[in-house]
């Protein structure tokens, strides 16, 4: 994991040793001080609160959080509390809106097909269950209004994103995850009952 203190460049202009003068005299020093001190006493405490608010199927996710949280501190260093408590309450906000964002912004994208499950047609009784299923899907998107089928085709044939079928097709990105759903609702049940 790739730590906030890793993030933080030395100062570029520091020669010699690193005296306490040095981290005195020089505010980018103290900077670097201050956010070593607040990774030092908060990171595994956020990194844990994070894993927590997360999924474990993007477990990674937690530690980029962390680096953004701390990335949100040493951009607005001013705004950290340094009393221990206040300053761990404002990182955990951050780090919780962070999530939220995150959280948001997965959801926001359609459900993702994966072909990996599909296996391709083969001989003699596959094949026909192929051209079976083949017809059915047919039959079932022919059933699909017309603003539902466009949506499919922008989103699962031609693999816009959510934005992008909306600009092409005229109507609010709210809409078209309205209309996907709504149209996977009725394919799925198509091909369930044939």
Known sequence: MTTATSLIEPYPFRSGTDTDTDTDERPDCQAEAQMRDIHRNNGDALLHFLRGLVSDSVSHTAEDLVQE???????????????????????????????????????????????????????????????????????????????????????YVKGRTVDEAAARLGVPPGTVKSRAHYALQQLRKALLTG
């Open 69 to 155: 949280t701390m990335l949100r501190a040493w951009r607005n260093l001013d705004a950290v509390p340094t009393e221990p408590e206040p300053q761990r309450r404002w990182l955990f906000k951050v780090a919780r809106r962070l999530a939220i964002d995150a959280y948001r912004r997965r959801r926001a994208r359609p459900a993702e097909v994966s072909l990996l499950d599909v296996d391709p047609a083969g001989f003699g009784n596959e094949a026909s269950e192929a051209v079976v299923a083949t017809l059915t899907m047919r039959h079932a998107i022919g059933r699909l209004s017309d603003a539902h089928k466009s949506v499919v085709l922008e989103l």
